[in-house]
């Protein structure tokens, strides 16, 4: 069946109403604007779903819509690196790198780099692995990540769908730099990992968080940022009962957010045996 085409100038009229009315804090309205907008783009590629909940309405999303993050990472994929490296503070590879350095862990013989971006974790991690394979539902991000030759293997995929069906050898090291933030629910995630993993290999994730009070509870939520914040005891229990042993949780600020650091966690788990 053919999809129904999107009416553009509509689209782009209830969209720009309600981010007008999100930002003059008449939420109820913006509600209703975004409610439209999702009418007239199902797949929700301006993640008015995610915006929404980041509102505290509706239900919590399980993931940020796959079309929504694709059409953000391609739209920034040029000024990607100079953004969130540059501008907001963003190292996160380098901190992978100085705690496998600190704790002695590595060198390491396939890598698989979710969510790859522009190649931030892979140039930081290649001189301890011998082969490294990325994957990032962004074809302009993969584009980038290309050029820089860092990387042996490059799908344009996204991240749950291709553990659940890669076939290939497994990894002894597989990273996750800001994915969590995109996604709610992590069994899927956690699940695919430990599948496609040897046992004893690492798995190295960063996720953001927000205060108790906030989070009031819930294993997840969305901030006010439009990013996905999880728990720290919904990580655990997550790693725990898909076949991984904690080997530590570091507080991290992950990047700045309007001058504000946006605190975060950065998790080393073990894959162990059947």
Same mark, same amino acid.
């Given at each position: 069946?053919?999809? !129904?085409?999107? #009416?553009? +100038? /509509?689209?782009?009229? *209830? $969209?720009?109403?309600? =981010? &007008? @009315?999100? !930002?003059?804090? #008449?939420? +109820? /309205?913006?509600?209703? *604007? $975004?409610?439209?907008? =999702? &009418? @007239?783009d199902?797949?929700?590629?301006?993640? /008015?779903?995610?915006?929404?909940?980041?509102?505290?309405?509706?239900?919590?999303?399980?993931?940020?819509?796959? /079309?929504y993050?694709?059409?953000?990472?391609?739209?920034?994929?040029?000024?990607?690196?100079?953004?969130?490296?540059?501008?907001?503070?963003?190292?996160?590879?380098?901190?992978?790198?100085?705690?496998?350095?600190?704790?002695?862990?590595?060198?390491?013989?396939?890598?698989?780099?979710?969510?790859?971006?522009?190649?931030?974790?892979?140039?930081?991690?290649?001189?301890?692995?011998?082969?490294?394979?990325?994957?990032?539902?962004s074809?302009?991000?993969?584009?980038?990540?290309?050029?820089k030759?860092?990387?042996?293997?490059?799908?344009?995929?996204?991240?749950?769908?291709?553990?659940?069906?890669?076939?290939?050898?497994?990894?002894?090291?597989?990273t996750?730099?800001?994915?969590?933030?995109?996604?709610?629910?992590?069994?899927?995630?956690?699940?695919?990992?430990?599948?496609?993993?040897?046992?004893?290999?690492?798995?190295?994730?960063?996720?953001?968080?927000?205060?108790?009070?906030?989070?009031?509870?819930?294993?997840?939520?969305?901030?006010?940022?439009?990013?996905?914040?999880?728990?720290?005891?919904?990580?655990?229990?997550?790693?725990?009962?898909?076949?991984?042993?904690?080997?530590?949780?570091?507080?991290?600020?992950?990047?700045?957010?309007?001058?504000?650091?946006?605190?975060?966690?950065?998790?080393?788990a073990?894959?162990?045996?059947?």
């Open positions: 069946m053919a999809k !129904k085409k999107i #009416d553009e +100038d /509509a689209l782009a009229e *209830a $969209y720009n109403r309600a =981010l &007008a @009315l999100e !930002k003059a804090g #008449d939420v +109820d /309205a913006a509600v209703k *604007a $975004y409610e439209e907008v =999702l &009418a @007239l199902p797949e929700d590629h301006g993640g /008015a779903a995610v915006r929404i909940a980041s509102m505290g309405r509706g239900e919590i999303p399980s993931k940020a819509p796959d /079309a993050v694709e059409t953000l990472f391609d739209q920034h994929a040029e000024v990607f690196e100079d953004v969130l490296v540059e501008q907001l503070g963003y190292h996160v590879p380098v901190l992978v790198r100085q705690r496998l350095q600190t704790l002695g862990l590595g060198p390491f013989k396939r890598m698989l780099d979710l969510g790859c971006g522009t190649g931030l974790t892979g140039s930081t991690l290649r001189d301890v692995v011998e082969d490294i394979t990325g994957i990032d539902i074809e302009n991000m993969v584009e980038i990540a290309h050029e030759e860092v990387y042996e293997t490059l799908f344009v995929a996204e991240v749950e769908d291709f553990l659940e069906d890669n076939d290939e050898e497994p990894f002894d090291l597989i996750a730099t800001d994915v969590l933030p995109y996604l709610g629910a992590l069994e899927p995630l956690f699940f695919g990992a430990a599948e496609n993993m040897t046992a004893g290999g690492l798995f190295i994730f960063s996720s953001e968080t927000l205060p108790e009070a906030t989070m009031a509870g819930r294993p997840y939520m969305v901030g006010p940022h439009q990013r996905f914040a999880h728990a720290d005891t919904y990580m655990r229990e997550r790693l725990t009962s898909t076949g991984f042993e904690l080997i530590e949780i570091t507080d991290i600020n992950v990047r700045m957010e309007e001058g504000q650091p946006t605190p975060g966690h950065l998790i080393i073990r894959r162990l045996a059947d």
